[in-house]
C-alpha cells in the first residue's frame, strides 16, 4: 500500500515570501500521478497542481511550482509571492496510475496548514 | 465548470440512527468517491464506486455502506450511526478508463455530528 507523508503540520509565511511545503511518499509503483489539493477555511478541496511521475519536468501553474524527485520519492511545493487567499490547508496526494478498481482511489497525507502573515 | 453538491452541510444526527448522505456531481464522470476527514488525520477513503451499482471498500469501510442506482449520484450511507463517525465527509467524482489523468473533483463536505 503507498503511504503519502506531510511532515509540517503547521507553516507560517510572511506575504510576498515564498514557501515550500514537503512532501514524501512511498511506493513500488513505477507509474502514478501526484497532487497537491488545497482546502480554504470555506472547505471546498480544490486542485493546485499535478504531475505525472513519467514526465521529468516539474509542473507549474502561476506562482505554484512543484519539485517532483522521483528517486527520492519527494513532491514538494512551491508558492511565490504568498497572497493572504493562500492561507488554507494544503494536501499532498497520491494515485497509482493503474485503471480501474481500487487504482483510482486517492491516498492523501495529514495535511500542512499554511497561514499567511500580512 | 464541474459540479459536485453534496445534500446537507450540517447534519446532527442522534445516536443508533439511519443517516443518509448524498452527494450529486453532473459531469457524467464513472467514478464517485466518499472520504472522511478527521484533524490530524488527513483523508482517508471510506468506498468508491466505479459504475452504477458498482463498489468497492476503501481503508475504512467499516459501519458504513453506499448506493449507486445513477450514474450521477453516490449515497453514503450510516446504518447506526455511532458517536466515532461525527466527522467531515467529502465526495468526490472523476473520470474514469486508461489515458485520463482522472483529476478527482471535490463537494463541499458535509459536517456530520453524532450525538
Known amino acids: 500500500a503507498q503511504t503519502v507523508t506531510q511532515s509540517q503540520p503547521e507553516m507560517s509565511v510572511q506575504e510576498a515570501e515564498t514557501v515550500t511545503l514537503s512532501c514524501t511518499y512511498d511506493?513500488?509503483?513505477?507509474?502514478?500521478?501526484l497532487f497537491w489539493y488545497k482546502q480554504p477555511p470555506s472547505r471546498q478541496m480544490i486542485l493546485v497542481i499535478r504531475?505525472?511521475?513519467?514526465?521529468?519536468q516539474n509542473a507549474t501553474e502561476n506562482r505554484f511550482s512543484v519539485n517532483f524527485q522521483k528517486a527520492a520519492k519527494s513532491f514538494s511545493l512551491k508558492i511565490s509571492d504568498s497572497q493572504l487567499g493562500d492561507a488554507a490547508m494544503y494536501f499532498c496526494?497520491?494515485?497509482?496510475?493503474?485503471?480501474?478498481?481500487?487504482?483510482?482511489?486517492?491516498?492523501f497525507g495529514k495535511g500542512t496548514h499554511l497561514i499567511i502573515q500580512p | 465548470d464541474v459540479k459536485v453538491t453534496q445534500s446537507s452541510r450540517y447534519l446532527v444526527k442522534r445516536t443508533g440512527e439511519k443517516v443518509f448522505l448524498e452527494c450529486v456531481q453532473d459531469?457524467?464522470?464513472?467514478?464517485m468517491f466518499w472520504y472522511r476527514q478527521d484533524p490530524g488525520l488527513g483523508l482517508r477513503l471510506i468506498y468508491f464506486?466505479?459504475?452504477?451499482?458498482?463498489?468497492e471498500k476503501g481503508d475504512i469501510p467499516e459501519g458504513y455502506s453506499v448506493s449507486r442506482e445513477k450514474k450521477e449520484r453516490f449515497s453514503l450511507i450510516l446504518e447506526s450511526a455511532s458517536t466515532n463517525q461525527t466527522s467531515m465527509y467529502l465526495c468526490?467524482?472523476?473520470?474514469?478508463?486508461?489515458?485520463?489523468?482522472?483529476?478527482?473533483?471535490f463537494g463541499p463536505g458535509t459536517r456530520l455530528t453524532v450525538t
Open positions: 468526490a467524482s472523476s473520470f474514469a478508463g486508461q489515458g485520463r489523468l482522472k483529476e478527482q473533483y
Open positions: 496526494a497520491y494515485r497509482s496510475a493503474l485503471a480501474g478498481g481500487g487504482a483510482d482511489g486517492l491516498t
Open positions: 504531475q505525472e511521475a513519467y514526465k521529468q
Open positions: 511506493t513500488s509503483e513505477s507509474d502514478y500521478y
Open positions: 459531469m457524467d464522470h464513472e467514478n
Open positions: 464506486s466505479y459504475d452504477v451499482k458498482m463498489k
